[in-house]
C-alpha cells in the first residue's frame, strides 16, 4: 500500500499578505509536492492601542488582509487556503497555530529589513526555535514602499 502525505504549511504574513514574492513562494512549494497552505494574519492595533489595549484592536485589519490575499494565494497554491486571525504578538500566534492546527513547515512573509518589525523581533529564528522548517520572504523595496505609501495617515 502506499501512502501520499500531505504537508502542511502555515503562512504567516500581514503587509505582505498579497505580495508577489509571497505569490511567488507559494506557487513554488505548491508544486514541490501535495500540500495544504493556511494563511495567518496577526492583528496589528493601530496607534496608542497597541500599548494599551491591544488584544481588542487590529481584527478589521487583518480580515482585510485575509479577503485581499486569499484569492491571490489560492491560485498560486492550485486549490483554496484557509485563513485565521491571530495575536497581535506574531511568535505567539505562530505557537498557538502550531499547537492547535499542526503544521509541518512555516513560510514568514515580511517588509525589507529596514522597515521590517519582524526581522527586528528575530521572528525567523524564534519561529524555527520551535522545531519546524521556516522559509523567509521578503517582498521587494517597491512593493514596501506602496504598502506604506497607501498605510500612512494623511498629513
Known amino acids: 500500500?502506499?501512502?501520499?502525505?500531505?504537508?502542511?504549511?502555515?503562512?504567516?504574513?500581514?503587509?505582505?499578505?498579497?505580495?508577489?514574492?509571497?505569490?511567488?513562494?507559494?506557487?513554488r512549494r505548491a508544486s514541490e509536492g501535495r500540500?495544504?497552505?493556511?494563511?495567518?494574519?496577526?492583528?496589528?492595533?493601530?496607534?496608542?492601542?497597541?500599548?494599551?489595549?491591544?488584544?481588542?484592536?487590529?481584527?478589521?485589519?487583518?480580515?482585510?488582509?485575509?479577503?485581499?490575499?486569499?484569492?491571490?494565494?489560492?491560485?498560486a497554491a492550485g486549490g483554496p487556503i484557509a485563513g485565521a486571525?491571530?495575536?497581535?504578538?506574531?511568535?505567539?500566534?505562530?505557537?498557538?497555530?502550531l499547537n492547535l492546527l499542526g503544521f509541518d513547515e512555516v513560510i514568514i512573509s515580511m517588509l525589507p529589513a529596514r522597515v521590517?518589525?519582524?526581522?527586528?523581533?528575530?521572528?525567523p529564528r524564534k519561529v524555527r526555535a520551535l522545531g519546524v522548517p521556516v522559509t523567509e520572504v521578503i517582498s521587494d523595496e517597491r512593493f514596501a514602499a506602496q504598502r506604506y505609501t497607501a498605510e500612512r495617515p494623511a498629513a
Open 1 to 27: 500500500m502506499h501512502v501520499i502525505s500531505t504537508c502542511r504549511v502555515l503562512i504567516v504574513a500581514h503587509q505582505t499578505a498579497d505580495s508577489p514574492q509571497l505569490v511567488a513562494a507559494v506557487r
Open 35 to 75: 500540500c495544504t497552505f493556511t494563511l495567518l494574519v496577526p492583528t496589528r492595533p493601530p496607534g496608542l492601542h497597541r500599548i494599551v489595549d491591544p488584544e481588542d484592536h487590529g481584527g478589521a485589519e487583518a480580515r482585510a488582509r485575509l479577503d485581499d490575499a486569499i484569492p491571490v494565494l489560492s491560485e
Open 85 to 97: 486571525i491571530g495575536s497581535h504578538e506574531p511568535l505567539a500566534a505562530v505557537q498557538d497555530a
Open 116 to 123: 521590517s518589525r519582524w526581522l527586528h523581533l528575530d521572528l
